[in-house]
């Protein structure tokens, strides 16, 4: 009895579920602790858009997709146990934090598995020659950094000159990564840079904007996350600062963030790489077929969400990447490496959205050996608070390249020399 | 039965006073030696070494540390993450400026940096004690992270704040990087609880130790009979750092890989080990060990049986972890204050006596 108690308590423990499909996707969802505001919609987004796959098409290619979800509550610890456990049928991992990315950077590339930071994590793993297994698409923090600048420069009629931008951003290798093109964009347009730090979770930034007030700068950037973005949102608000020169990076941007300042927040604006809004065939089959069938992975509260529709956009190009993969390799049980070929000569034609079902959602895609980020476009959104909608205030801009690249070059030969990594020609 | 005294004669002052007066103890010890060095290697897999026992042997050492500190001299700290931290960015700082020298003395160097500053931050005791000085300690977690995030000389200027560990290699196998094996990285780490635990045992039950427990039992009387209060606190607070400065390097360089100070070694990671020794049982090694286990498996061991076994959804199943967790430490709490190594001596006790009680 005791042998078999003891036998059956180990085989629990190992946890070894056999691979019942052949398409696995682990997402290293954060459904717990201070950042599950803006995790739960982005979670319920990726995995309703593969459970309408799987119920519309069978999956892709006739292979069944099988989504593991492993909860890490944006925890460093918990995520690498997360790649531990699953890596070892996992295609591709979406860290979905910055600190998983750091750990999975070497260990996925040493795996032989394709990590895709979804515009985090670390921005010079856009060279391709250098983070073979690495991609950091559609667009970079130093890209949305400069996109920033650049509409603040429209919007001041063309020069910064003499002007004054804060950056309040949390204090971790998230919110660090723009300072350094904003350094050098500030050297180039000649404006004042302000950087603001704030701590985890980010409730407690009162003498942050105290600073702002005595300040005075004509712009505000955000790089926050999480609960940060709301109290951010609101100290703004009580210090009546014109919500209109305060621009977020795209995850300071979604119905979490705004709703509980309510009024306040009216005419917030943040970036994004991607539509808002469910008006999309795409998005409507999935309230039919999905939400209204019972099968969401959420309550459907989140549906047409910002956060929501990014995790649509991670899953939609994760599943096109596959497909492709599937057409090159001309098998539909597609390992790891295949899915890599395919990521890096991924192509989504404006055509090929529509086809998806998601006309003009985001702009074409189109990857190379080389450069492993594509469109690399951000456009400006604004809320309003009275309908309770993000809308589009732009097109998708191209950040300042000859500011930028160089930069990603310059951090990624000293990875490569700190990892003893011999860069790839990309012939 | 188990625990037979009979025939377990002492000739010996050495025999009288050794660690495992027990034979059957003894034996025990030996055979977990060896199952640990042998044959765990060997049979374990890439999940269980690094998601699972990386963890837990370098919480153990983490777990000794504190509890030579606040177990054995009372002297309460909420510093050890950010003592951790200081191990850590040692090993990050040496690592890299000295690559040519083995990871084996970066990991001892790392810890002997953090004794220093484990002694600057325990000057305060001389002065306060109990709640005041858990207050003391606390500004230097605080403090001690901000300073790494603060000053790019820490982080060698890297534009996001991270800092990463490059591959180093002992005998010639990679302990560090992303692709040592998980056998090397845990026989390494094994090495160092092994011989921190050996240290520590030995300590405890010197002349060093029981001044600690002078002090911790009652300061004035210990002064009266001679205890020296400041040599005494000082050195609890450097050998109390020294290892937990090791277990912050090794966390660093052989478990994670990559860290950012803010999130791994916060305040949380403090109150962590705090639990994990008042779990396992105050002023007690094995307790040390058996804390870090329960903190470190049983919300793995949770984990895989409700969303692996029932399916359940990973969110509840997150949110009934820290439920239950935080139950059973309550429960442990009313039921045995010592903790787990008072449960075990009890147990001992009884097997020692039966089948005959009276």
Redesign the interface.
């Known amino acids: 009895m005791k042998t078999k108690l003891l036998a059956a308590l180990t085989a629990?423990?190992?946890?070894a579920?056999p691979a019942l499909a052949d398409l696995t996707i682990p997402t290293l969802?954060y459904?717990?602790g201070p950042y599950a505001p803006s995790g739960?919609p982005y979670a319920d987004g990726f995995s309703d858009y593969l459970t309408l796959l799987n119920e519309r098409d069978g999956g892709i290619g006739g292979e069944m997709i099988d989504e593991k979800?492993?909860?890490t509550?944006y925890?460093?610890?918990k995520g690498?146990?997360c790649y531990?456990?699953t890596?070892a049928d996992g295609l591709i991992y979406i860290p979905q934090s910055?600190?998983i990315t750091?750990?999975l950077?070497?260990?996925a590339?040493?795996d032989n598995i394709p990590v895709w930071s979804v515009a985090y994590g670390?921005?010079s793993a856009v060279n391709g020659k250098v983070f073979e297994w690495i991609f950091n698409m559609p667009v970079t923090y130093w890209d949305g950094a400069s996109v920033a600048v650049k509409y603040a420069m429209e919007e001041e009629g063309g020069s910064l000159d003499g002007k004054k931008i804060a950056l309040i951003y949390h204090?971790?290798?998230?919110g660090?990564?723009p300072?350094?093109t904003l350094e050098a964009l500030s050297e180039k347009h000649g404006f004042e840079l302000l950087p603001l730090?704030v701590?985890?979770p980010g409730q407690e930034q009162k003498s942050q904007w105290l600073q702002i007030r005595r300040e005075r700068p004509d712009y505000v950037l955000m790089w926050g996350w999480g609960v940060m973005n709301q109290v951010a949102i609101q100290e703004a608000a009580n210090i009546r600062f014109p919500m209109d020169k305060f621009i977020g990076v795209w995850w300071s941007g979604s119905e979490a963030d705004v709703v509980p300042v309510g009024a306040g927040a009216n005419g917030y604006k943040s970036l994004n790489f991607h539509g808002t809004g469910s008006e999309f065939p795409a998005m409507q089959e999935i309230k039919s077929m999905v939400i209204d069938a019972g099968m969401g992975a959420g309550d459907g509260s989140k549906f047409g969400e910002v956060g929501y529709n990014r995790g649509v956009f991670a899953a939609a190009v994760t599943t096109e990447a596959i497909r492709q993969a599937q057409e090159a390799s001309g098998k539909s049980d597609i390992s790891p490496s295949d899915l890599r070929d395919a990521m890096e000569s991924l192509e989504i034609t404006e055509d090929r959205w529509s086809e998806m079902g998601l006309p003009g959602f985001a702009p074409a895609i189109s990857v190379t050996c080389a450069v492993h980020s594509s469109p690399r476009l951000a456009a400006v959104q604004q809320w309003d608070a009275e309908a309770g909608e993000w809308n589009l205030l732009t097109d998708f801009m191209e950040p300042d390249f000859d500011v930028v690249d160089p930069l990603i070059e310059e951090?990624s030969m000293a990875y490569a020399a700190?990892?003893?990594i011999e860069p790839r020609s990309c012939e | 039965m188990f625990y037979r005294e009979a025939g377990d004669f002492k000739t010996t002052y050495a025999k009288d006073s050794q660690t495992f007066p027990i034979r059957f103890d003894r034996y025990r010890y030996y055979v977990v030696m060896a199952v640990a060095i042998l044959v765990v290697p060997f049979v374990v897999?890439?999940?269980?070494a690094?998601?699972?026992l990386l963890?837990f042997l370098i919480y153990a050492i983490a777990a000794i540390g504190l509890n030579i500190l606040t177990g054995y001299c009372g002297q309460v700290s909420l510093g050890t993450g950010g003592f951790m931290a200081v191990g850590a960015y040692a090993c990050y700082k040496l690592m890299t400026a000295m690559p040519d020298v083995n990871i084996f003395f970066h990991v001892i160097l790392s810890g002997l940096i953090t004794a220093g500053v484990g002694v600057l931050f325990g000057l305060p005791s001389l002065r306060i004690k109990g709640f005041y000085l858990a207050v003391a300690t606390l500004a230097a977690q605080f403090f001690l992270v901000w300073l790494f995030?603060k000053v790019p000389w820490f982080y060698n200027n890297s534009?996001?704040?991270?800092i990463?560990a490059?591959?180093r290699t002992v005998f010639g196998a990679e302990v560090t990087?992303?692709?040592a094996s998980a056998e090397v990285k845990y026989l390494f780490c094994l090495a160092f609880v092994i011989a921190t635990a050996w240290i520590a045992r030995n300590l405890t039950r010197g002349s060093l130790g029981r001044k600690w427990m002078a002090i911790r039992d009652m300061d004035i009387a210990a002064e009266i009979i001679g205890v020296n209060p400041l040599a005494s606190k000082l050195s609890a607070f450097a050998v109390s750092s020294f290892f937990v400065g090791i277990a912050g390097a090794l966390f660093f360089a052989v478990?994670?890989?990559?860290?950012?100070v803010?999130?791994?070694y916060?305040i949380n990671k403090s109150f962590l080990v705090l639990f994990m020794i008042i779990i396992g049982g105050l002023g007690s090694i094995f307790g040390s060990f058996a804390g870090a286990a329960f903190i470190v498996l049983l919300p793995?061991?949770l984990?895989?049986?409700l969303?692996?076994?029932f399916g359940w959804?990973?969110?509840l199943?997150?949110?009934l972890e820290i439920m239950i967790l935080g139950l059973l430490i309550i429960v442990f709490l009313v039921l045995e204050p010592h903790g787990l190594a008072q449960l075990w001596r009890i147990t001992k006790e009884k097997l020692r006596l039966w089948p005959f009680p009276h």
């Open positions: 629990t423990i190992m946890g579920a969802n459904r717990t739960i979800e492993c909860e509550g925890n460093t610890e690498v146990e531990e456990q890596k910055t600190g750091y750990q950077i070497p260990k590339s040493a670390r921005t204090n971790s290798a998230y660090k990564e300072i350094r730090a701590d985890h951090d700190e990892a003893g | 897999n890439d999940y269980w690094s998601a699972v963890p995030n534009a996001s704040g991270q990463s490059p591959t990087g992303p692709t478990y994670l890989g990559a860290v950012e803010g999130e791994v916060g793995v061991f984990k895989n049986v969303v692996g076994q959804a990973t969110d199943a997150a949110h």
